[in-house]
């Protein structure tokens, strides 16, 4: 499948990586399998891609497409229930596998599960007997079970991704991984509705020691129940600068683009609202590589 963009997308489509994509097989219908979207990713000059799940880990999935379509994807794991919740030993194995992220927990975060009709194609699987993970006790430190993991993070020196938990509970997350050692801490789609960072909280955040704010393109989509506008992630960017964001597009949703296309419209969209060409490659090359170690 060839995209049809202009000269200047595709030369920012060359090279660029995508570090959320949620792919087939899932419990959730998604447009393509992990071998396809390499396949499409590759024809598309793309540097790599990372497949997503929120219930299971998809490092070893994504060594198989790797070698099925001779082209670098990785693989996470997401800390919810289906893990284990906050359970080091299921992030030791995911590592052990090639992992090079671990989110915290997403669709089973304590404030993801009592909003979940912001995402309502989602909520059909929580169920109504979920009791969603909070990462802090009471008196607001973190809890004992996440050390673990932050070490096992720094050990292998891979992504620290917030996931769907609030802003409260990340501030306190990224300053404990950073004074042990996590070198790569990414605020996963600060501008969503159901997240919900202002700029000041982004500004915060990085102080408090996260290396990257990842803008999604399907924030901006009917996928969300209260979508965002374009110019809202434009914003979010310029306010901050493009060398602490990355571009990813948390595309594969059966209703969405395919996740190339969707990558291509956004860095159109991007050029669009006046974002340089220079901005936009260290935004869906640079920086994501950096994150991946590559």
């Given at each position: 499948m060839?995209?049809?963009?202009?000269?200047?997308?595709?030369?920012?489509?060359?090279?660029?990586?995508?570090?959320?994509?949620?792919?087939?097989?899932?419990?959730?219908?998604?447009?393509?399998?992990?071998?396809?979207?390499?396949?499409?990713?590759?024809?598309?000059?793309m540097r790599a891609i990372l497949v997503k799940n929120h219930f299971v880990e998809t490092a070893s999935r994504a060594q198989v497409a790797s070698e099925v379509a001779d082209f670098p994807v990785f693989g996470g794991i997401a800390l919810n229930l289906t893990v284990g919740g906050l359970n080091h030993h299921a992030v030791d194995v995911a590592l052990k596998l090639g992992a090079k992220v671990v989110w915290m927990p997403t669709l089973h975060a304590q404030k993801f599960i009592e909003n979940k009709s912001h995402v309502a194609?989602?909520?059909?699987?929580?169920?109504?007997?979920?009791?969603?993970?909070?990462?802090?006790?009471?008196?607001?430190e973190l809890k004992d079970e996440v050390y673990p993991i932050l070490d096992l993070i720094a050990k292998w020196d891979v992504m620290l991704a917030t996931g769907h938990i609030t802003i409260q509970e990340a501030m306190v997350l990224v300053r404990a991984a950073a004074e042990r050692g996590v070198r790569k801490i990414v605020v996963t789609h600060p501008c969503a509705s159901f997240v919900a960072y202002s700029v000041d909280d982004m500004k915060a955040i990085l102080d408090a020691g996260a290396t990257y704010l990842e803008h999604v393109y399907n924030d901006t989509?009917?996928?969300?129940?209260?979508?965002?506008?374009?110019?809202?992630?434009?914003?979010?960017?310029?306010?901050?600068?493009?060398?602490?964001?990355?571009?990813?597009?948390?595309?594969?949703?059966?209703?969405?683009p395919v996740p190339a296309q969707q990558?291509?419209?956004?860095?159109?969209?991007?050029?669009?609202?006046?974002?340089?060409?220079?901005?936009?490659?260290?935004?869906?090359?640079?920086?994501?590589?950096?994150?991946?170690?590559?």
């Open positions: 060839r995209l049809r963009f202009d000269s200047k997308v595709m030369g920012l489509l060359e090279g660029a990586i995508d570090l959320h994509i949620h792919s087939a097989p899932d419990v959730y219908p998604r447009i393509l399998n992990d071998v396809e979207l390499a396949q499409q990713a590759k024809e598309m000059g194609n989602l909520a059909a699987q929580l169920g109504e007997d979920i009791q969603g993970i909070y990462i802090l006790k009471p008196n607001g989509t009917r996928q969300v129940a209260h979508p965002i506008k374009v110019a809202d992630l434009y914003n979010a960017i310029k306010a901050i600068g493009a060398q602490h964001c990355i571009m990813s597009t948390d595309s594969g949703q059966w209703l969405n990558m291509g419209i956004y860095i159109k969209d991007m050029l669009n609202l006046g974002l340089s060409e220079r901005d936009i490659r260290t935004m869906v090359a640079d920086n994501p590589a950096r994150a991946l170690g590559l």
